[in-house]
């Protein structure tokens, strides 16, 4: 069983629409986040978590909101979707103690919304 | 801010060439690290190397190597006798000031 598990991997849908990702992780991890990637410009951070009781918007964070249910547990949600929201989304985790620790990928959600 | 530049848009080899992917990170921390990743064409993303900013050392692994100099910001990555299975997406990336900004990425088509 992959270490970072994210759902749906695939996802269609309408504007206006409100989706959840989910992403759950076995590696014991305090630190998720949520990226998302665009052809020509890589991954952009839009949360970040290093605990339960801790949130933080990353680069990209209008237009979503993430819920941080458990230390394994970290979901992604877009209120209101809209077409320039159709990406590849990733959820990472890390070790605690410093952002410096490679951060290890889920194999990613492919939103497409119409 | 912090930028992590990748020239390279795309590259295409013939297997068993070398080929080097460019990394070259702006920052004004003085501890950082570097990252690189790959993304193959499933999609998922895999940890190749992280290098910490006092770490000058290069390193090799396999078929891979990594050349770290900070007087020129640059982090590149060299594969060695590329195969077919190296094709992929190649991303650095660059920890400093409690934030990993990645590149752009260079996608690399190696062909038998």
């Known amino acids: 069983d992959a270490d970072v598990t994210q759902t749906p991997r695939n996802r269609i849908t309408k504007t206006g629409k409100r989706i959840m990702l989910e992403c759950s992780q076995t590696?014991?991890?305090?630190?998720m986040y949520w990226y998302r990637q665009d052809p020509g410009l890589g991954l952009r951070l839009i949360y970040y978590?290093?605990?339960?009781?801790?949130?933080n918007k990353g680069e990209i964070s209008d237009g979503y909101s993430v819920s941080r249910q458990a230390q394994a547990k970290f979901s992604l949600s877009l209120e209101s979707a809209i077409p320039n929201q159709t990406a590849l989304y990733f959820c990472?985790?890390?070790?605690?103690?410093?952002?410096?620790?490679?951060?290890?990928f889920g194999d990613g959600t492919r939103l497409s919304i119409l | 801010a912090q930028k992590v530049t990748q020239a390279q848009t795309e590259i295409s080899v013939v297997e068993k060439e070398d080929v080097t992917l460019d990394c070259v990170y702006e920052?004004?921390?003085?501890?950082?690290?570097l990252f690189w990743y790959k993304q193959p064409p499933s999609g998922e993303l895999v940890f190749l190397i992280r290098?910490?900013?006092?770490?000058?050392q290069n390193e090799i692994s396999g078929r891979y190597s990594w050349n770290f100099q900070k007087s020129t910001s640059s982090f590149n990555f060299t594969i060695t006798a590329s195969q077919v299975v190296d094709s992929a997406v190649y991303f650095c990336?660059?920890?400093?000031?409690?934030?990993?900004?990645f590149g752009t990425g260079t996608r690399l088509l190696v062909s038998p």
């Open positions: 978590s290093f605990d339960v009781k801790d949130i």
């Open positions: 990472a985790t890390s070790e605690g103690g410093g952002g410096n620790q490679p951060q290890h």
């Open positions: 590696k014991g991890h305090d630190r």
């Open positions: 990336a660059l920890y400093g000031f409690q934030k990993l900004v």
């Open positions: 920052t004004r921390d003085t501890t950082y690290y």
């Open positions: 290098r910490n900013s006092f770490d000058e």
